[in-house]
């Protein structure tokens, strides 16, 4: 099992900028299989689907929607064990509750979510 953490979501005027992070959890196996774990980024707002936001594969390539392309950058720490998600010109249709996903031996688990609002 992994648990996923999610933290750094808040309330930010237009143009403002968050940083998003996932912290693994786990048994020392299932940690050392982070190593070969793709991770991504999510959203979803009341009424939609959840949509992708992100994802970097285990061997850090990157994926972006085309609605974040050039506001937004996944990372991952050398451990492969913590997710970010740097989040730059955040506009109000980014608002949304940001989850976490992470794929580990042919599993996908989820965090709780972390709600990002972008209001004046």
């Known amino acids: 099992q992994v648990q996923l953490v999610e933290s750094g979501g808040g309330l930010v005027q237009p143009g403002g900028s968050l940083k998003l992070s996932c912290a693994a959890s786990g048994s020392a196996f299932i940690l050392s299989r982070m190593e070969t774990a793709g991770m991504a980024w999510y959203r979803q707002v009341p009424g939609k689907q959840r949509e992708l936001v992100a994802r970097?594969?285990?061997?850090?390539?990157?994926n972006y929607a085309d609605s974040v392309k050039g506001r937004f950058t996944i990372s991952r720490d050398n451990a492969k064990t913590t997710m970010y998600l740097e989040m730059i010109s955040l506009k109000p249709e980014d608002t949304a509750v940001y989850y976490c996903?992470?794929?580990?031996?042919?599993?996908?688990?989820w965090g709780q979510g972390t709600q990002v609002t972008v209001s004046s």
């Open positions: 996903n992470a794929k580990v031996i042919s599993t996908d688990y």
């Open positions: 970097i594969s285990a061997a850090d390539t990157t």
